[in-house]
């Protein structure tokens, strides 16, 4: 059984530019959600999707955004990079309907914006 | 608002020795309580959880209690391991587990 995967593992932006994230969720999982950790800090949530629409979303600006596929993988979107979005973007999946509260994460993608 | 405020670290302890490490929350609703682990180079890792006041989360010889009356969780082990050096996030949900809140980390370091 998989569990949550991401891509790329590591990547090095300049500011300004734009850059996607990739996220597939634990098998059988159909909502996911996203999170900036940065260094030394406890990860912060940015969004969530379901259904293929965001459900939830926490204080970040418009520049992150994202989306979600119907094979309920998921993308996270950032544009005009700035050096302070150099973080561990970490996904996560669940499965609401099976009652199970728990989230699982994925290894996560070192962002460095340079 | 919803918070988690864990005990600064980093932790240093011989093996063998007795963890605490404290967290406390601030929370609308009922929320559910959450500690993960962070193994250097991993993502986070549920090591126990409580969904209610007075239960008590266990895994790998961790345990936290919920605390209604003090707003605390905090994890304790009896005796750790060099292997279980690693960063413990204490977190919080609240309404369907849609959304999670996360402390800012305890680093634990053990040495043999």
């Known amino acids: 059984d998989a569990g949550v995967t991401q891509s790329p593992t590591h990547l090095i932006k300049t500011r300004g530019q734009q850059v996607t994230l990739r996220c597939s969720p634990k098998s059988g999982h159909d909502t996911v959600s996203w999170y900036q950790q940065a260094l030394g800090q406890g990860p912060q949530f940015i969004f969530q999707y379901y259904e293929e629409e965001e459900r939830q979303r926490g204080n970040f600006p418009d520049r992150f955004s994202g989306h979600q596929f119907p094979n309920y993988s998921s993308e996270l979107n950032v544009n005009a990079l700035l050096l302070g979005d150099s973080a561990l973007y970490l996904c996560a999946s669940r499965f609401p309907e099976s009652g199970e509260d728990t989230q699982y994460f994925g290894p996560g993608t070192r962002l460095t914006v340079l | 608002g919803n918070s988690v405020t864990q005990m600064e670290g980093p932790v240093t302890l011989s093996e063998e020795a007795f963890l605490t490490i404290n967290c406390t929350y601030t929370?609308?609703?009922?929320?559910?309580l959450f500690w993960y682990v962070q193994y250097p180079g991993e993502g986070l890792q549920l090591l126990l959880k409580a969904t209610k006041a007075d239960d008590k989360g266990s895994n790998k010889g961790f345990e936290a209690t919920y605390r209604k009356e003090t707003t605390s969780f905090h994890l304790e082990k009896g005796s750790v391991q060099v292997s279980d050096s690693a960063v413990y996030f204490c977190?919080?949900?609240?309404?369907?587990?849609?959304?999670?809140?996360f402390g800012s980390g305890t680093k634990l370091n053990v040495k043999p």
């Open positions: 977190a919080l949900s609240v309404y369907n587990f849609n959304k999670f809140y």
């Open positions: 929370a609308t609703g009922y929320p559910s």
